[in-house]
């Protein structure tokens, strides 16, 4: 049995028992914590036998860092067009309008705002281990990784929070 349609032609709403579409603002959730947890993992496969080889002060880490930041950016911005272009041709192909299912709501402005909420306070403590490490005179590769690992791991639990908050509310 269908589910009524939207008033929009033909395109019918989802069944009872099937699953609703993801929200482009969730599935650009969800591809920014594949990039971010790739892109990251990458870096330390290049960096971190690096830095075993010889002093910390030597290690090329900085174009590698680059390349991490801007391939998780790209990798994002690529991810989610695909995504989207793929789930309304998906959602199309089943007879089901992509503008009505994939659009986004107040719920997803309100589950950007608790996540980021969520993963301040990670940004928070390692703008103080960045300041402590620059104020010990530490090396730049320790502030600058310093930085980038609280980087990650706040982009990481603000996408896990967001995720959980679509899947099991909040």
């Known amino acids: 049995m269908n589910a009524p349609t939207h008033g929009h032609g033909d395109f019918t709403g989802p069944a009872d028992d099937e699953k ?35 002093p910390i002060e030597e290690v090329s880490w900085v174009v590698p860092m680059l390349w991490a ?35 986004s709501d107040e719920r997803d402005k309100e589950i950007e705002r608790y996540g980021s909420r969520k993963s301040q306070g990670i940004l928070g403590v390692g703008t103080a281990v960045a300041l402590a490490l620059a104020m010990l005179d530490a090396d730049a590769f320790w502030i600058g990784n310093a930085i980038f690992a609280f980087g990650v791991v706040s982009g990481v639990v603000e996408a896990v929070v967001k995720i959980r908050a679509y899947r099991r509310g909040f």
Do not use: H, K
């Open 20 to 54: 609703l579409t993801m929200t482009m603002e969730e599935r650009g959730v969800w591809v920014f914590l594949v990039c971010n947890i790739a892109a990251a993992t990458t870096y330390a496969a290049v960096v971190v036998p690096r830095a075993f080889e010889g």
């Open 69 to 103: 930041i801007g391939a998780q950016i790209v990798g994002t911005i690529v991810g989610s067009i695909v995504a989207a272009i793929g789930s309304a041709v998906g959602l199309a192909a089943r007879g089901r309008d992509p503008q009505v299912e994939m659009g």
